[in-house]
């Protein structure tokens, strides 16, 4: 019976671990630290557009430094860049989402899996307990 328990926890120990190298790949998949990368370069992409459009827009109206874009066209290019990534950082953060739903629900998978076996194995112990009882009379 020993062998047969131990093959079981083998067989739990390998379901485990290709589980964990699913959801590793999962993650990476997602976004790990190469994304952390391309995000940053992308935010700092879209602050030195936005800045730039408005420093020459300040140049523009305080130096009077005259520059060949329409007077409106900066405050609508930024206005435009920041819609961009706002829309972006929201689609970001429904994968996010998503992926932390996922997550829960195969928690919640797990607990219902466990919480079948403990009923089973209360099950066996009182079927034990009224034998033992049984028995001693």
């Known amino acids: 019976m020993k062998e047969d328990e131990l093959k079981k926890l083998q067989e739990e120990l390998e379901e485990f671990q290709r589980e964990r190298e699913s959801i590793k790949s999962i ?7 190469t ?4 995000d940053k370069h992308i935010n700092i992409g879209f602050t030195i557009l936005i800045v730039i459009l408005f420093t020459l827009d300040i140049m523009r109206h305080i ?5 060949p874009l ?12 920041v819609s961009v990534k706002i829309i972006w950082m929201i689609h970001k953060q ?5 992926f932390q739903f996922w997550i829960l629900n195969s928690i919640e998978y797990r607990i219902n899996e466990i919480s079948k076996k403990l009923v089973k194995i209360e099950e066996v112990i009182k079927e034990n307990a009224n ?4 028995s001693d009379l």
């Open 27 to 33: 993650i990476g998949s997602i976004g790990g630290e």
């Open 35 to 38: 994304s952390g990368k391309k």
């Open 63 to 67: 130096l009077g430094i005259n520059i």
């Open 70 to 81: 329409p007077t409106l066209f900066s405050i609508e290019i930024g206005l435009l860049l």
């Open 94 to 98: 429904m994968k996010v989402e998503h």
């Open 131 to 134: 034998e033992t009882s049984e």
